[in-house]
């Protein structure tokens, strides 16, 4: 008996590694494309700190044309993964993917990603089916093994979601406008409301859904004191 291995195993193994390495490197190429579309609809967005309400409606349509890009990405991103084990390789996108997330439901917040069905409203909190409507991606799948958009990539765009709009009602009472603070709170507040609700297994999550805590302390400081000055609007 030969105590010989098998030269094609080590062969097979290389073609495997090899193979793992060309999809990884196809991904991350997407990927970065989806981080630099990103961080362009990030740019746009935060004008709004600086930007009247009154002025929203020339403002949004700027944003909506650079998460079209985004959408476009995510579509790539989707029919290359779908190649592959979801699981195997979702880590290499899921950040930029939250990312994504978090522009679409901060610019549909203020008004924008109208559609037929989804008219644009102010306050307005996109559900993650909504989100996967607009992306054109499925959420979470259960039933089989395909690119799609969870529960925990919602959720976890929530609380980027909540901060930024803490930060939005502080800057909007230096441009004067104490009722967006108020609506910002009380949108605040209701998430975290709703954040208490769930058992999160999931540790980076978890921490992420404790740091909420800090927006609804920032926007009740600041509601505080315009009910002090009596600039609270009736």
Same mark, same amino acid.
């Given at each position: 008996?030969?105590?010989?291995?098998?030269?094609?195993?080590?062969?097979?193994?290389?073609?495997?590694?090899?193979?793992?390495?060309?999809?990884?490197?196809? +991904?991350?190429?997407?990927?970065?494309?989806?981080?630099?579309?990103?961080?362009?609809?990030?740019?746009?967005?935060?004008?709004?700190?600086?930007?009247?309400?009154?002025?929203?409606?020339?403002?949004?349509?700027?944003?909506?044309?650079? %998460?079209?890009?985004?959408?476009?990405?995510?579509?790539?991103?989707?029919?290359?993964?779908?190649?592959?084990?979801?699981?195997?390789?979702?880590?290499?996108?899921?950040?930029?993917?939250?990312?994504?997330?978090?522009?679409?439901?901060?610019?549909?917040?203020?008004?924008?990603?109208?559609?037929?069905?989804?008219?644009?409203?102010?306050?307005?909190?996109?559900?993650?089916?909504?989100?996967?409507?607009?992306?054109?991606?499925?959420?979470?799948?259960?039933? !089989?093994?395909?690119?799609?958009?969870?529960?925990?990539?919602?959720?976890?765009?929530?609380?980027?979601?909540?901060?930024?709009?803490? !930060?939005?009602?502080?800057?909007?009472?230096?441009?004067?406008?104490?009722?967006?603070?108020?609506?910002?709170?009380?949108?605040?507040?209701?998430?975290?409301?709703?954040?208490?609700?769930?058992?999160?297994?999931?540790?980076? +999550?978890?921490?992420?859904?404790?740091?909420?805590?800090?927006?609804?302390?920032?926007?009740?400081?600041?509601?505080?004191?315009?009910?002090?000055?009596?600039? %609270?609007?009736?």
């Amino acid at each position: 008996m030969s105590g010989m291995i098998d030269a094609k195993l080590f062969e097979q193994l290389k073609a495997k590694i090899d193979e793992d390495i060309q999809v990884r490197d196809d +991904l991350s190429q997407v990927v970065q494309k989806l981080e630099r579309d990103v961080s362009y609809a990030q740019g746009i967005l935060s004008r709004v700190h600086s930007t009247p309400r009154s002025s929203y409606a020339s403002f949004l349509p700027q944003v909506e044309a650079a %998460i079209r890009e985004e959408i476009q990405t995510v579509g790539s991103l989707a029919e290359l993964a779908s190649k592959h084990p979801y699981y195997k390789y979702n880590s290499r996108w899921t950040r930029s993917l939250q990312d994504a997330i978090v522009t679409v439901v901060i610019c549909g917040w203020l008004g924008g990603m109208s559609s037929e069905s989804r008219p644009g409203e102010l306050g307005r909190l996109l559900t993650i089916e909504e989100v996967g409507e607009i992306f054109q991606q499925p959420v979470n799948l259960k039933d !089989r093994d395909a690119f799609h958009i969870t529960i925990e990539e919602y959720l976890s765009a929530l609380t980027s979601v909540t901060d930024e709009l803490s !930060r939005l009602a502080v800057n909007s009472v230096t441009l004067g406008d104490n009722e967006l603070a108020v609506k910002i709170s009380s949108l605040i507040k209701d998430l975290h409301a709703g954040f208490q609700l769930l058992n999160l297994k999931n540790d980076f +999550l978890r921490k992420k859904v404790d740091g909420v805590k800090y927006s609804v302390k920032k926007v009740e400081d600041v509601v505080y004191d315009l009910s002090l000055r009596n600039l %609270i609007p009736k």
